[in-house]
């Protein structure tokens, strides 16, 4: 399974961006799909997963009420839709996969990345 985001940019607060993040790959439908983020000097966590289904999704408490994770399987499509952007939203947003779950607290178990897109949210 290979992940290719998009949708990075620079915004000011309190506007919007939608990121997007193609799967390739004929499983890739089937996998738990989710999205962290890096912030800069800072270490990678976790932001929203769903399960393969989109029955299941969870989100950290950071972003719960403004960022809205959705999927169409058919397309091999995950998005985020981000509004109410703070300045500390500002991060390398990565996209994940994993055949079982996207775990928040092991990254390490996770099956696939994608290389990331850089949102920068300005004061």
């Known amino acids: 399974v290979q992940l290719v985001e998009s949708g990075g940019g620079l915004v000011q607060a309190g506007g919007s961006l939608r990121l997007s993040c193609a799967a390739s790959?004929?499983?890739?439908?089937?996998?738990?799909m989710g999205w962290f983020r890096q912030a800069p000097r800072k270490e990678r966590e976790f932001v929203v997963a769903?399960?393969?289904?989109?029955?299941?999704?969870y989100y950290a408490d950071s972003v719960k009420g403004r960022f809205t994770i959705s999927r169409d399987g058919a397309k091999n499509m995950l998005w985020l839709q981000m509004n109410s952007l703070k300045p500390e939203d500002t991060a390398v947003y990565y996209c994940?996969?994993?055949?079982?779950?996207?775990?928040?607290?092991?990254?390490?178990?996770?099956?696939?990345w994608g290389q990331g897109t850089l949102v920068t949210v300005s004061s």
């Open positions: 790959g004929r499983t890739a439908s089937s996998y738990a």
């Open positions: 769903t399960s393969w289904s989109g029955a299941t999704t």
């Open positions: 994940a996969a994993d055949k079982y779950s996207v775990a928040r607290d092991d990254q390490s178990s996770i099956d696939y």
